[in-house]
């Protein structure tokens, strides 16, 4: 089970960050990802965060995100975290999690378990 948190309205250039807390004792095995929706827009691959071995862990942006955005994770808290820096209009989306247990994808159906989501939005 994924739940997300942390999104709200925000002026541009602003911060946000989001939190995806998991249930699982093998969580850190897990690939997790962020994806985001905007209204009539299909969803999109945002930021993943995929372990490799013992504590190493590989990360992938999309390039629409990459140098604002970061992905981490806390293993201990069982939580993926989002930070989102100098946010642009274009960025107001439902903020997704999701996880996957092998390998990662920017592939929205690669994705089997999903968060119920979280609003961003960004004036301008």
């Known amino acids: 089970q994924l739940v997300e948190s942390g999104g709200g309205l925000v002026q541009a250039g602003g911060s946000l960050r989001l939190s995806c807390a998991a249930s699982?004792?093998?969580?850190?095995?897990?690939?997790i990802g962020w994806f985001r929706q905007a209204p009539g827009k299909e969803r999109e691959f945002v930021a993943s965060?995929?372990?490799?071995?013992?504590?190493?862990?590989?990360?992938d942006y999309a390039d629409s995100v990459k140098g604002r955005f970061t992905i981490s994770r806390d293993n201990a808290a069982n939580t993926v975290y989002l930070q989102m820096n100098s946010l642009k209009p274009e960025d107001t989306a439902v903020y997704y999690c999701?996880?996957?247990?092998?390998?990662?994808?920017?592939?929205?159906?690669?994705?089997?378990?999903w968060g119920q989501g979280t609003q961003v939005t960004v004036s301008s």
């Open positions: 699982g004792r093998t969580f850190s095995t897990y690939t």
């Open positions: 999701a996880a996957k247990f092998l390998g990662s994808s920017r592939t929205v159906t690669d994705w089997g378990s």
């Open positions: 965060i995929r372990w490799s071995s013992g504590n190493t862990y590989y990360v």
